[in-house]
């Protein structure tokens, strides 16, 4: 059995209450014994303004005795990110931040679905090839998980539907090729929730900074863009058993 911790949308400012809330989450992790958690995953938006001081921030907030991948969203920049998070030299700073974790029966393949200087998001051509190239390494019968930032498929919050990642077809094609793929991980809707893409569970992780207000919820008055921030920090873990099913708990932390 296969678990893995996965949180998004930590907004990391220079206020102490992104800290405390990010720092909550992460404690309530490191409470788990060692070995239990397989990996963590955070799917972007990591910092707020993309500044450097922010990722000197994150970097003493995520550390862990877990495995620990991370990827950008909308809020980051990749140079300050790759630079400051990853320790990686400044050529192709602009270029996708694509990374891959190789554990003991499963492979996690978490693409850059950032657009720089957009909300929105799309995988390019270079993250598809490498996406590709992380499956013809992977052997036949291991499992891949594939995550990023931007939800590839409508989630009926007209909001997060107009930033959401777009020319999702191409993934689509290159999943309907690849039994391997059994699942997406995603964030950006700072809500929890589980769908499907092509075939495979969509599954989101809830934001830490904030939830999202549904459509059809009371509260927040008529705009479509109201972040309760009342409501404590989320995480979700992801179970992949031996027969290849999928399963989600989704936790909440107090601060």
């Known amino acids: 059995m296969i678990v893995i911790a996965h949180l998004s949308d930590i907004h990391i400012d ?20 060692a070995g239990r958690l397989d990996a963590v995953v955070v799917t972007g938006d990591i910092a707020d303004h993309g500044l450097e001081s ?26 300050v990110f790759r630079e400051v998070l990853l320790g990686a030299p400044p050529e192709r700073a602009g270029a996708p931040v694509n990374q891959v974790l190789r554990a003991d029966g499963f492979v996690l393949a978490l693409g850059d679905s950032s657009v720089p200087g957009k909300d929105e998001g799309f995988l390019e051509e270079e993250t598809l090839a490498w ?18 930032h931007h939800p590839p498929t409508a989630l009926h919050i007209p909001f997060v539907d107009g930033i959401r990642q777009f020319g999702e077809h191409r993934l689509a094609e290159l999943t309907g090729r690849r039994p391997g793929i059994v699942g997406f991980l995603c964030g950006h809707a700072h809500t929890a929730a589980a769908t499907s893409f092509a075939g495979r569970p969509l599954l989101v992780a809830p934001g830490v900074i904030s939830t999202s207000k549904l459509p059809w919820e009371p509260y927040g008055g008529p705009s479509q863009h109201v972040y309760r921030d009342e409501m404590a920090p989320s995480l979700a873990f992801h179970v992949l058993d031996d027969e290849g099913r999928l399963t989600t708990h989704y936790r909440s932390v107090p601060v």
């Open 14 to 33: 220079s206020s102490p209450r992104s800290a405390e809330r990010t720092r909550s989450v992460m404690a309530y992790l490191e409470s788990i014994d």
């Open 54 to 79: 922010e990722y000197v921030r994150v970097r003493e907030l995520l550390r862990t005795r877990h495995p620990l991948l991370v990827c950008p969203g909308n809020h980051d920049r990749r140079d």
């Open 131 to 148: 996406l590709e190239g992380v499956l013809d390494d992977t052997p036949e019968g291991v499992p891949v998980l594939v995550g990023f």
